[in-house]
């Protein structure tokens, strides 16, 4: 017999072997599936979690915003502004998922029963919303239609317009800014909206236009794409900023603390999950030592009949061998059939979905891990099965 048919008959045997003794292993091809599971989950979901995570990041302080604005210094300054062309760049930076840009003053609003009520109205381009991970409460946010319009509408936080309509549902309703007629067409609350919740939006190029006295544009609002990314961004933008516009009162703030506190708690979850994954691997990697060291003690019989007619140390070393190799494989392989559902499932919530490629490559590594974790954890039962004597494992049967 060639060596090649030598080793496809140790494979057929040792896949046959795992097959017969499939309920002992069990518990080993559940640890290796859970744990190769887990490690295909982490590594291919994982951006996608943490990009999740930050379009939520107010409810923890919202620490991949970044403000940047233009200070005046004194009250006789002149009031500098944002180029279009500045807060584009900006937009183009990497680790930037939107840049917003508003104006806002201090408003007065004349209610359905013409009575005065107090409160800041704030013009908001396309990506403010975006930009804060806001959504409404009733209706909807104005868009970009509306922006290029220049239209009449406005979104009421919802303590405004509890002020302004009672318990009446101000959507679709009319209301007064600045003396001009407004129609509603959201309503903003929530946990993260804070202290907005009194305050009104209007299209940025509706207020520029309508509203007198309204300062430029000179506030943005920088939303990271990670945590990760706040630092680079934030000492990036001087250098955009200033290379598209002349300007020496650029200020930039940053919740550093709530940045710092954010990603050390991140570090300890992340460091927990790889380290539950890497104690599932290990775990697995000695249920097969302990499964193959069984399996060789009932087994002195085959392998003593077998070195009876001639076969070799290193026969017997390669069956036991394979036979690990094909139990950590076998696993490895329900474990990438098991990622693959968290991955299809991850993705539904996400509503994100990493690349393919990722998902391959991990497999890929998830399966070459299996077999070193195979081959290690049954090279010691294996030397000890080939070295077992004849007489030895036919006598003690």
Known sequence: MTRKSIFFDILRISIHQVIMQRRRYLGVILAVALGTAGFIAIVTMGRDVKKTLNR????????????AYLDAGHKYSKM??????????????????????????????????????????????GFFW??????????????????????????????LALRIFGDVDPVGRMCWIENEQYRVVGVLGGVAVGDLVDFGFIPITTAIEYIPGLPPPYKIYIRCTSWDDVKRVAD??????????????????VRWEELKRVKSMAWWVELFVYFATVSTLILGGFGIWNGMMATVKTRKAEIGLKKAIGAEDRDILAQFLVEAVCLSFTSALLGGVLGLGALEIGSYFLKSRPHDTLFLACVGLALLF????????????????????????????
Do not use: W
Not at 56 to 67: E, K, R, S, V, W
Not at 238 to 253: A, C, F, G, Y
Not at 380 to 388: D, G, L, T
């Open 80 to 125: 500098q502004q944002f180029q279009p062309e500045t807060i584009d760049a900006l937009r183009a930076l990497p680790g930037v998922e939107a840049v917003s840009a508003i104006v806002s003053k201090p408003s007065s609003h004349s209610s359905v029963q013409r009575h005065n009520i107090g409160f800041h109205v704030v013009g908001a381009d």
């Open 370 to 397: 299996s077999l070193v974790l195979g081959a290690g954890a049954g090279f010691y039962p294996s030397i000890r099965a080939s070295h077992m004597e004849v007489v030895d494992a036919i006598r003690d049967e």
């Open 236 to 253: 990036a933008i001087p250098d955009v900023v200033h290379r598209h516009q002349l300007t020496d009162s650029l200020r930039i703030e």
């Open 130 to 159: 975006d930009v804060n991970s806001f959504t409404p409460v009733k209706g909807s946010f104005f868009n970009a239609e509306d922006i290029s319009q220049k239209r009449r509408v406005c979104v009421l936080g919802t303590k």
């Open 56 to 67: 939520d990041l107010d409810l923890l302080g919202g620490a991949n915003l970044i403000m």
